[in-house]
């Protein structure tokens, strides 16, 4: 698209200049797939190791509220920390292999 329209319906134009592209941010960023994209990597300068799509985060469990401001020290709280959500290596490694067709996955 050489076009797009804005919030205000005015037209907001893209070029393949890297100067303009430095401020565009896709929606598919949104998406834990889209890591496996090759602009994630180039464009975006994201390593597939980046904790914003490989991470373990449990959506029907809260985020503790004393981590966004230091570290929490309670050993009976139940919610997430960042401890929690962190993926190892291989962990990451075995959530990327997830997305490929199964027939193509030798085990």
């Not at 190791?49 to 449990?58: E, G, R």
């Amino acid at each position: 698209l050489s076009q797009c329209l804005n919030k205000d319906d005015k037209p907001i134009s893209f070029s393949s200049s890297s100067s303009s592209s430095a401020h565009y941010e896709s929606p598919l960023l949104l998406f834990k797939s889209y890591r496996l994209s090759p602009l994630y990597r180039t464009l975006f300068k994201r390593p597939l190791s980046s904790i914003t799509h490989s991470n373990a985060i449990n959506h029907s469990v809260i985020m503790c509220h004393h981590e966004s401001q230091g570290k929490c020290n309670d050993k009976s709280c139940t919610a997430q920390h960042w401890s929690d959500i962190e993926m190892s290596h291989d962990d990451i490694v075995d959530d990327i292999i997830k997305y490929a067709p199964s027939n193509q996955v030798s085990t």
